[in-house]
């Protein structure tokens, strides 16, 4: 049948499954949204207000239900405000599809309105990217690019359509969706991996993103309490395994528990599952681990990329897993599991009591919430004390911006998380960061989305603060915030409730009411200027340095 682009491009999106997508309209995609008015009852059009929200959104929504995240922008502007939500899922590895309207292709190169290369521009944030210069191309482009955005390590793909592509005619049938097939490992080169996992006697597990992109929970729960290994967690890796389970220790790194780091300092061997060895967990490469390494990954170029692995295997870590695991030999390590044990239960930080205690709220919020009670976060100490005091039991269920840091990831992905799940979604945020995108508080509303919205409001920049205790001489260079923003006001403004802690006494009931919200809900959490995240491992650094307290006067 002969359609129009801006047609091909509504027909494919329903081909592929699309029934959501998060948006932003302009010149440049009106033929497109123009289609979307006629498939309401089959694509959900979620209007941010910002098109950093939609794309943080969308970002959420792929985490949350493992789908593909779908976003639509116009150029210039629309296109440039995607990028920081591009190169979210990028760093995330999160399967995206971004599409852009751009000029016609006649006035493509001559500085037209609202013209920008946005393919140039993304091509390091995406793991491919589109100009569409011919409308017979467009719907086997669209096809490729949720193919790519969800095969092997998923990531972002762009499709940039200039406007006289939307309004063109050609034929289009439907192109069959191509499933994601996972190779099968090749036995013979995994036997290295498999006889050092056979021989180790003090083996760790040490899982990141991929076993969640993977669904390989039972897999790795199997490997676990086949082989008797203590599991670490990146942040990336936080509800691959059940924070309940008896060989679950923590999150392992710069800001993971202290008993965590310590096993792997102990461990003669660490299976790295679907995880990177960033800066933030391999603080310092030469000395991070003494063991052997045996990495599992889908990224071929992950393996040896910061950390020398004596053995790998590559694929998908569900594939791999139930290919090798009948080759793992059973055995049990009460010595060692009793080690780790007894690290866990003697390396525990000491927690000062505060007026309010962001940690308390944290632990409120884990007692008054289901065990898989979506939790997201913006950046900074805050989103570093929800991944060391929640306890995540099920994957999908920690939302948060890992790779990039982006302030201003909260409220989209709330968005997103509560739209994916259809269900009540909490968002740990910053006063910092909820200053970047409180503006789409208004489409949670609009959208009537129970979102129960925890501002630590600590008056200032606290991850920056910190470092500049630690690393400046407490010169605090713009990080003392001072705002006179009034948020019950800000609340109200926006069609919110509200709701405040000023004491740690005020924390169960306000908690208990805002988890059971019906509509969003702002929670002030009034807490001190010097909370402080720790332990701390300083970037380039060990173990041995790990920063256990920070004094207030000691000028550094
Ligand atoms: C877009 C962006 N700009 C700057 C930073 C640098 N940065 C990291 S944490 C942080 C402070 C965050 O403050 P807030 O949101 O109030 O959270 P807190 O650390 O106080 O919990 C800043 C500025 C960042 N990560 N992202």
Known sequence: MKLKGAKIVTESLINEGVDTVFCYPGGAVLDIFDELYHVQDKIRQILTCHEQGAAH???AYARVSGKVGVVIATSGPGATNLVTGITNAYMDSVPMVAITGNVALSLLGRDSFQEVDIAGVTIPVTKHNYIVKDVKELGHIISDAFYIAKSGRPGPVLIDIPKNIQQAECDWEPIPVREVVYKKPNLNKAKAAIDIINSAKKPLLYLGGGCICSGAYQQVLELAEKIDAPVACSMMGLGAFPASHPLFLGMIGMHGHINVNFSVQECDLLIALGARFSDRVATNRDKFVKGKVVHIDIDNAEINKNINADAYILGDIKTVLTHILPYINESKKPEWVGRCDELKRTKVLKETSHKVNPKEILRSISKHTPNDQIIATDVGQHQMWTAQTCAFEKPRTFITSGGLGAMGFGMGAAIGSAIASSKRVVLITGDGSFHMNFNEVVTAVVQKLPIAIFIMNNNTLGMVRQWQKLFYKHRFSNTTLNRPTNYEYLA???????????????????????????????????????????????????????ILEIGENNNG
Do not use: R
């Open 57 to 59: 959104a969308a970002d």
């Open 492 to 546: 109200k403004a926006f069609g919110a409730d509200y709701l405040e802690i000023n004491d740690n006494s005020q924390i169960d009931e306000a908690v208990k009411k805002a988890v059971n919200c019906k509509m969003p809900v702002i929670v002030n959490c009034k807490i001190g200027i010097d909370e402080n995240v720790l332990p701390m491992i300083p970037s380039g650094k060990s173990v041995s340095d790990m």
